[in-house]
């Protein structure tokens, strides 16, 4: 019989002596214990108790704490996980529904701009010369997705599927993470509340879907799951662009080529089909191009604290969809953001030219390291920007690998700030108060210690000498 690992010790070569054979001298007994020792008056001491197992340092260390232990809970942490994400989901669509925190109006993206755009692609075009029109093609497919649900509201569709696109992503986290009480799947279902409501009310939910999914299929082992994740990547590239930075991670060799090949097959296919059904596809580069410093970038930060003391005369208007600021100097943030947004992508070429060890969680940590290095260069580091980073933090946790734990913990307090500074203090940051100046400050500078700390955590776990 199996006790906690060990097996019960074979009978002993004396054992067919008879029942009342003595052992040989010097021989111990039958469990191979030493004898106790004799006591003064020639009597044998009573026998000690077995020794208690050591302690470790942690019951993660322990022989017989393995992933097995886990398994005895059964299938509480998932219920727990179900409750809370109906719980957390609900309160978000009760404060969509009032929307009235803060500056307001945050669904009117939803209801009035989406909507907008839907009715261009109803009259098979792209919109055309709309400044806030500066996604790449693959966007209209989100923003049509409401017609699949025709008895509900425009608006209502578009939230049941963003409600929808947050359960798959829950549910594979959930799945991927089924033998470590799915520690991944708390960070995105406890964290994505942090932002409020703001989740329900743009498509970034759906973006965040195809690159987790993607992910979690370059984890897996066959071909035919990596092709599978280059085609997600490739449909999230032609959506939003950077969940094209999922397969910067992928190891040397066939994981690569597959999954690159098959993004790269994808969005061809899908940039073609798009552009044959609808006209004015690539309208959105002109907008793009012309996009300035927004007041929640990380230059748009030093543009406010250098406003808020008097240094910098500049003021705050309102273009390409976005608050950005206008006056001396803007431009030249404006270039320095793209000049570090260049570097940035170089150091990631250096670092996979340079990386000699792969674990299972090396896709993961680069792609989370390079989505952080690309948002604290943007221009624009809108709220809803958090959503893409914490589901890519907690596709992270759901390996044992990730050196990305510490910046994970990072991206939870930076989303509470992001909710404070969009919508409640919004109003204080557009007058350059100090309460929403200080805190979109504290919001940046929480992001860049977590963008250079991946960054220092991927190189030194990948390139650099262990010793």
């Not at 509340?193 to 989740?199: S, V």
């Not at 990305?404 to 992001?418: G, K, Q, T």
């Not at 929403?436 to 030194?460: D, E, H, I, S």
Request: hydrophobic share 50%.
């Amino acid at each position: 019989m199996t006790t906690h690992g060990h097996r019960t010790p074979p009978p002993s070569p004396d054992a067919g002596q008879g029942h009342g054979a003595a052992p040989e001298p010097g021989a111990g007994p039958a469990d191979g214990t030493a004898p106790p020792p004799p006591s003064a008056g020639g009597t044998p001491s009573p026998a000690r108790p077995p020794a208690a197992p050591a302690l470790t340092a942690s019951p993660f260390e322990s022989d017989t704490f393995t992933s097995a232990t886990f398994v005895t809970v059964g299938h509480g942490p998932l219920l727990a996980l179900g409750a809370v994400w109906l719980l957390t989901r609900a309160g978000m669509l009760l404060l969509l529904l009032r929307d009235s925190l803060g500056i307001g109006g945050v669904g009117r993206e939803v209801s009035v701009l989406y909507q907008y755009w839907y009715g261009q692609f109803a009259h098979g075009t792209f919109p055309v010369n709309d400044v806030t029109w500066q996604y790449p093609p693959g966007a209209g497919l989100v923003i049509v997705s409401p017609a699949v649900l025709p008895w509900l509201s425009y608006f209502q569709a578009f939230v049941a599927l963003t409600l929808l696109a947050d359960a798959v992503v829950t549910a594979a986290l959930a799945r991927a993470d089924r033998r470590r009480v799915t520690h991944g799947a708390w960070i995105w279902v406890c964290g994505l509340p942090l932002l409020l409501h703001l989740p329900l009310a743009r498509y970034d939910v759906q973006v965040t879907a195809l690159a987790v999914l993607a992910l979690l299929a370059l984890t897996a082992r066959s071909a035919t799951a990596h092709r599978f994740g280059g085609v997600m990547a490739g449909i999230g590239a032609l959506v939003k662009v950077w969940p094209a930075l999922a397969l910067i991670g992928t190891p040397r060799g066939r994981t690569t080529r597959d999954a690159w090949v098959a993004a790269g097959v994808t969005a061809a296919t899908l940039l073609a089909t798009l552009a044959l059904c609808f006209s004015n596809s690539f309208d959105f580069l002109r907008q793009q191009g012309s996009r300035g410093v927004q007041i929640e970038s990380l230059g748009g930060t030093a543009l406010a604290l250098s406003q808020a003391t008097g240094l910098w005369p500049g003021q705050v208007q309102y273009r390409y969809g976005a608050f950005e600021y206008v006056g001396p100097y803007v431009s030249s943030v404006g270039r320095i953001a793209l000049l570090l947004t260049v570097l940035a992508f170089g150091w990631l070429l250096i670092w996979r030219l340079r990386a000699v060890r792969w674990t299972a969680a090396t896709p993961l940590d680069a792609a989370l390291a390079a989505v952080l290095l690309f948002t604290v260069t943007s221009r624009v580091i809108s709220p809803q920007y958090m959503i893409w980073l914490l589901g890519l933090a907690a596709v992270c946790l759901t390996s044992r690998a990730t050196v990305m734990r510490p910046v994970a913990l990072l991206l939870l307090p930076a989303a509470a700030l992001s909710s404070l500074a969009y919508p409640i203090l919004y109003q204080d940051l557009l007058t350059g108060s100090w309460p929403g100046v200080a805190v979109v400050a504290v919001r940046n500078a929480t992001l860049l210690a977590a963008a250079l700390l991946a960054a220092r955590r991927l190189w030194t776990s990948t390139v650099a000498d262990p010793s």
